[in-house]
């Protein structure tokens, strides 16, 4: 079992930057963890995940460029740095993590694809 808690959300001016992270503890290693988002009457959408072996990552287009996936190894900790905040990127923000690695054929998108799932951080982005 792993368990993920997400921190660093919050309000922040439309412009702005945060940087979200999630700790990952337990007995299984995660082999890869990303990030999802869930806006108000909103599907969970996908944002970035990384293959902690090989280092690869994949990013939402929606995302891209703005936000950066990135991990310390030591501290079992991910982190998202999002930057140039818009009011449309206000939404509860998730930490997920799956025990095998993921690639460009894992589906890395879609919710089933991870096994584990922090509770999420609220970030509000105010125009």
């Known amino acids: 079992q792993v368990q993920l808690v997400e921190s660093g959300g919050g309000l922040v001016q439309a412009g702005g930057s945060l940087r979200l992270s999630c700790a990952a503890s337990g007995r299984t290693f995660s082999a890869s963890m990303g990030w999802f988002r869930q806006a108000p009457g909103k599907e969970r959408d996908f944002l970035a995940v990384m293959n902690r072996s090989s280092g690869t990552i994949y990013y939402a287009d929606s995302v891209k460029g703005r ?5 310390d190894a ?3 900790r991910v982190y998202l740095q999002m930057n140039s ?4 990127d206000t939404a509860v923000y998730y930490c997920a993590a799956r025990a095998r690695p993921i690639f460009a054929y894992s589906n890395y998108g879609r ?4 096994d584990y799932w922090g ?3 609220q970030v509000t982005v105010s125009s």
């Open 67 to 71: 936000f950066t996936i990135s991990e």
């Open 74 to 76: 030591a501290k079992n």
């Open 85 to 88: 905040l818009k009011a449309e």
């Open 111 to 114: 919710r089933e694809a991870y």
């Open 119 to 121: 509770q999420g951080t």
